[in-house]
């Protein structure tokens, strides 16, 4: 089952905060967040593990609870270059790198 | 590193063609992973080869689509025939396990079109 990602798209202003959602039915194991400029390949943000183990960027911050099986991107003082399609990838197992991605949530940052 | 690099960048093919994708991944890499892109299905997981092996190919459409991994540094992707719902961009992706806790490295992407 897809992950849900919300807001769908988001306006913003240089400098302001925004908080991207993402929410699983199923049991997770792991979070992985990207993001994708128009045109260009996914590049990677941040890993979530169950027991708390982050991996990714030092300017990216996210939360991952396991027991509401959601997790959430917070993008503080936005920058123009934050603009893009945030993606999150839901794994279920330790064991496997399969991922299941939701729908992108697009982020406009305007001067 | 150059990073994962697939050719090509863009194909237009008629229905009924025969479509190969190509995929080299970064070098040390052992997991390669093909995606498929659209605005209605978003991006989704075709098939993950591990060490050069299929390790869950249940993302593949239908029988049209088959994908192989001769060796640890290319990969192909095969449509045939292509039909018009085909249409998307198709990433390639490598990391070094398949393993959650691994992030992948995305390719440019094949922008497909069949008409």
């Known amino acids: 089952q897809q992950p849900v990602q919300s807001p769908q798209a988001v306006i913003l202003r240089e400098g302001e905060d925004a908080v991207i959602n993402c929410s699983s039915s199923?049991?997770?194991?792991?979070v992985h967040w990207y993001r994708q400029k128009h045109g260009e390949a996914p590049v990677f943000l941040m890993i979530l593990l169950k027991g708390g183990e982050q991996k990714g960027h030092e300017k990216i911050s996210a939360s991952f609870n396991e027991k509401k099986q959601q997790s959430s991107l917070y993008l503080t003082a936005s920058q123009l270059s934050y603009s893009g399609t945030y993606f999150c990838?839901?794994?279920?197992?330790?064991?496997?790198?399969?991922?299941?991605f939701g729908q992108g949530t697009t982020l406009q940052v305007k001067p | 590193d150059a990073g994962v690099i697939q050719s090509p960048r863009h194909e237009v093919t008629e229905m009924g063609q025969e479509v190969t994708l190509r995929c080299k991944p970064i070098?040390?890499?052992?997991?390669l992973f093909w995606y498929r892109q659209t605005m209605m299905r978003g991006l989704e997981l075709l098939i993950y080869f591990n060490n050069n092996v299929p390790i869950d190919d249940s993302g593949m459409p239908e029988d049209r689509f088959s994908a192989k991994m001769p060796n640890a540094s290319f990969s192909t992707l095969k449509i045939q025939p292509s039909e018009p719902r085909d249409s998307a961009v198709y990433f390639c992706?490598?990391?070094?396990?398949?393993?959650?806790?691994?992030?992948?490295?995305f390719g440019q992407g094949t922008r497909l079109t069949v008409v």
């Open positions: 070098s040390g890499h052992n997991s």
């Open positions: 990838g839901t794994g279920g197992s330790s064991n496997t790198g399969k991922l299941i």
């Open positions: 992706a490598s990391s070094q396990q398949a393993l959650v806790n691994t992030e992948a490295f």
């Open positions: 199923k049991a997770l194991y792991s």
